[in-house]
């Protein structure tokens, strides 16, 4: 299988790179476990926070209220939504450097499998969590706040 090459870096200083990590302890695979365990946290906060809103939202009878939780919730939301985007780039990112690192490793064999599968163009891994259901969830807000300034 052909092998991935990086943008920015070149394959010399990647196995450079790579062999001071392992010399030191510390690996990509470790990087990608804290990257993963980042994603996983500031999602399930989002999660926590646009139930906290949209709750608050049905359980509040004033329309300056409503408008209020819901801009107020659009701009956490949002907030949040970037930060996990950058947490998923950056797990893009590191999915690359393992996968073009060594093709004895376990995830590289499982990637390059992976990625010939067509569900890989339609989902990446952690696609889902990464954007589309931060777009969905600020896609509501929009709607909410539409809905309460022009209909009510």
């Keep these: 299988m052909k092998k991935q090459q990086l943008k920015n870096i070149t394959e010399p200083v990647e196995n450079e790179v790579y ?3 392992k010399s030191v302890g510390w690996t990509f695979y470790n990087e990608r476990e804290i990257t993963e365990r980042t994603i996983d946290n500031r999602f399930n906060f ?3 926070v646009y139930s906290l809103f949209t709750s608050a939202y049905f359980l509040t009878n004033n329309n300056i209220d409503k408008k209020t939780i ?3 919730g659009f701009i956490i939301v949002f907030l949040l939504s970037i930060g996990i985007y950058r947490a998923y780039t950056r797990f893009k990112i590191l999915l690359e450097i393992i996968c073009s690192l060594d093709d004895k490793e ?47």
Excluded: H, W
Excluded at 120 to 141: D, E, H, N, T
Excluded at 144 to 150: A, Q
């Design 19 to 21: 062999d001071y990590q």
């Design 106 to 152: 376990v995830l590289s064999i499982i990637m390059k499998e992976y990625k010939t599968k067509r569900i890989y163009k339609i989902c990446p891994p952690y696609a889902i969590i990464g954007f589309a259901v931060s777009a969905v969830m600020l896609s509501s807000f929009i709607v909410g706040i539409i809905y309460n300034f022009l209909c009510i």
């Design 46 to 48: 989002l999660l926590l």
């Design 70 to 72: 819901l801009i107020i």
